[in-house]
């Protein structure tokens, strides 16, 4: 038997939750690409959220398609990426596994009250703190059907991609 090809990963959570440090290293670690989608965002979600006004799902939409997008172009390229992408509810994750459907997630989840601690000491080009409610209201955990990991981000990244990583090449092994 030979194992199956190495699945796109979704590293997602809300904002603060430590997505792009994660997902970069990740990606490092298994030699892949790594796109972090806020930097796919269309002008207008930009200035929509800078002025600490949630997205709606009419301003989603065709930023996730376009995040499907490009993990579907790095898989037919052989190189399936490692994605940090919001992605909060199941329909946006499902309209994104529409692009990928063996999409593997890793869902990065913790005390509001960290997330919030670490906002509130960053600075984001276009996500203030304002916008945190509204991410932990949109928020909804992976459904059992969903292939991937919930890693508490109480751990310091090192540990939880090493945690990501075994559960993606557990789940790649397992596909043979």
């Given at each position: 038997m030979t194992a199956t090809a190495p699945r796109p990963v979704l590293v997602i959570g809300?904002?603060?939750s430590g997505k792009s440090t994660v997902g970069a290293l990740l990606a490092e670690r298994l030699n892949r690409p790594f796109v972090d989608s806020d930097s796919l965002h269309p002008p207008a979600n930009i200035e929509k959220m800078a002025?600490?006004?949630p997205l709606t799902d009419e301003d989603r939409l065709p930023w996730l398609r376009i995040v499907g997008e490009r993990i579907a172009k790095g898989v037919d390229a052989g190189e399936p990426p490692v994605v940090a992408c919001s992605a909060l509810r199941r329909d946006y994750r499902d309209l994104v596994r529409g692009y990928a459907p063996n999409l593997f997630?890793?869902?990065l989840a913790g005390d509001r009250s960290l997330v919030a601690e670490r906002v509130a000491a960053r600075h984001h080009e276009y996500m203030p703190p304002s916008l945190l409610d509204s991410q932990y209201a949109a928020l909804e955990?992976?459904?059992a059907d969903e292939s991937g990991v919930v890693l508490d981000i109480a751990a310091p990244p090192a540990e939880l991609v090493?945690?990501?990583a075994g559960s993606i090449t557990a789940e790649e092994g397992g596909r043979r």
């Open positions: 809300v904002s603060g002025t600490g006004q997630l890793v869902h955990p992976l459904g090493d945690r990501a």
